[in-house]
């Protein structure tokens, strides 16, 4: 028997070629981590992907951050997360909040809570990894409701307290 190879030849390149070109974009979209805004003024939540801290970061009075069970938070160097409004950082046991640097070398602060508000902060089940100062609470700072409980902060580099 003889076949027609002519017709499947050029349709296996072209199969070929879509799949090299395809994969790594198919896997660089996943793998894609958003950043978040330089100002959050209404309630912007993170839910359970990657995200960065490419810049300073403002929730001001009014504004909230919520970050959801399984997310990742990610700080380039000597940024942070200035919360004038609310913060609520809600992981569960099976699924925790990561919140690290982006460079083990050249770490991101944390999160700093400072300015009277009426929001509340909510913190539990995250883990704070390679950071310069986790979290801080400025001097002249009040909420009615804080709660933080059932968090790690491990390997940061400030020598101070994880929290202070």
């Known amino acids: 028997?003889?076949?027609n190879t002519s017709y499947i030849r050029p349709n296996f390149l072209k199969g070929m070629i879509w799949l090299i070109i395809m994969i790594p974009v198919l896997v660089f979209a996943q793998s894609e981590k958003q950043v978040l805004p330089d100002?959050?003024?209404?309630p912007?939540?993170?839910e359970g992907n990657s995200y960065i801290v490419q810049h300073n970061v403002k929730v001001t009075k009014g504004g909230l951050l919520v970050i959801q069970p399984g997310s990742?938070?990610?700080?380039?160097?000597?940024?942070?997360?200035?919360?004038?409004?609310?913060?609520i950082i809600e992981g569960t046991w099976d699924k925790p909040i990561l919140i690290s640097s982006v460079n083990k070398a050249n770490e991101g602060f944390g999160f700093e809570i400072s300015t009277i508000d009426k929001s509340n902060i909510k913190i539990t089940n995250s883990q704070f990894t390679n950071l310069i100062l986790p979290l801080i609470f400025s001097?002249?700072?009040?909420?009615?409701k804080v709660e933080i409980r059932n968090n790690s902060f491990?390997?940061?580099?400030?020598?101070?307290s994880g929290i202070i």
């Open 44 to 46: 912007y939540i993170l």
């Open 139 to 144: 001097p002249k700072w009040f909420r009615e």
């Open 39 to 42: 100002i959050i003024s209404e």
């Open 1 to 3: 028997m003889n076949y």
């Open 72 to 87: 990742e938070l990610l700080f380039s160097p000597k940024t942070t997360v200035l919360i004038e409004g609310g913060l």
């Open 154 to 160: 491990l390997e940061n580099r400030s020598g101070e």
